[in-house]
Structure formats: C-alpha cells, structure tokens
Nanobody, 120 residues
Framework: QVRLVESGGGNVQAGESMRLSCAAP????????MGWYRQAPGQQRDLVAH???????TYTDSVKGRFTISRDNAKRTAYLQMNSLKPEDTAVYYC??????????????WGQGTQVTVSS
C-alpha cells in the first residue's frame, strides 16, 4: 500500500524559511510525478508546485521565485523549500503523488497534510 509521509511543518515568522519533506518509501518513486498542494480554512485545495519524473517543475504564480520543489530519487523523497514566507502562505500543505501503474496508468495518492502557519 502506498503511503506518503510528510514532515517539516510548523510556525514561522513572515520572511522566514521552511522546508517540507514527503517520503514515499514503498513506491517506484523515480517514475512518480510529485506535487504539493495547500488548503487554507474555508478554501479549496490548490496546487502549489509540481515536479515530473524527469524534473520539470511548475509553480502557482503566488509562490514563483519564493518556493522551490525538488526531488531526491535515491531517498524517495520530494521537498518544498519555502523562502520569504508570507502570512497568506498559511495553510495545510499536502503532498501528492501520481504513481505509475501498469499499462502507463497513474494513480493518485495524498499525504496526511502538515500545517504551516506564518505570523506577521
């Protein structure tokens, strides 16, 4: 069974940095597309950053230049480095994996979520 394990959330002041990690130990990982989503109270869950199996990255406009998504295939872990954090970045952050299945299908999996709170 696929399990995504997130870590690294917490409380920070505006302008500070934080790194989130998402381990996927029981997946092929190298072939996964990985993403980070966030959901603020009363809001929908939105994509923050995405990295494909070949390393292509995309970001939502509000985090471009501040956040960096990366992956370490040897550690089967994806990361979200968040710099210059703002109060509006406060949300529960979820790791998402698109795991390659037989016949080139992909199945979606979610982490448990980790709270990020940025104080002004």
């Amino acid at each position: 069974q696929v399990r995504l394990v997130e870590s690294g959330g917490g409380n920070v002041q505006a302008g500070e940095s934080m790194r989130l990690s998402c381990a996927a130990p029981n997946t092929p990982f190298r072939d996964n597309h990985m993403g980070w989503y966030r959901q603020a109270p009363g809001q929908q869950r939105d994509l923050v950053a995405h990295i494909t199996s070949d390393g292509t990255t995309t970001y939502t406009d509000s985090v471009k230049g501040r956040f960096t998504i990366s992956r370490d295939n040897a550690k089967r872990t994806a990361y979200l480095q968040m710099n210059s954090l703002k109060p509006e970045d406060t949300a529960v952050y979820y790791c998402h994996a698109e795991v390659l299945m037989p016949f080139d299908k992909r199945r979606n999996y979610w982490g448990q979520g980790t709270q990020v709170t940025v104080s002004s």
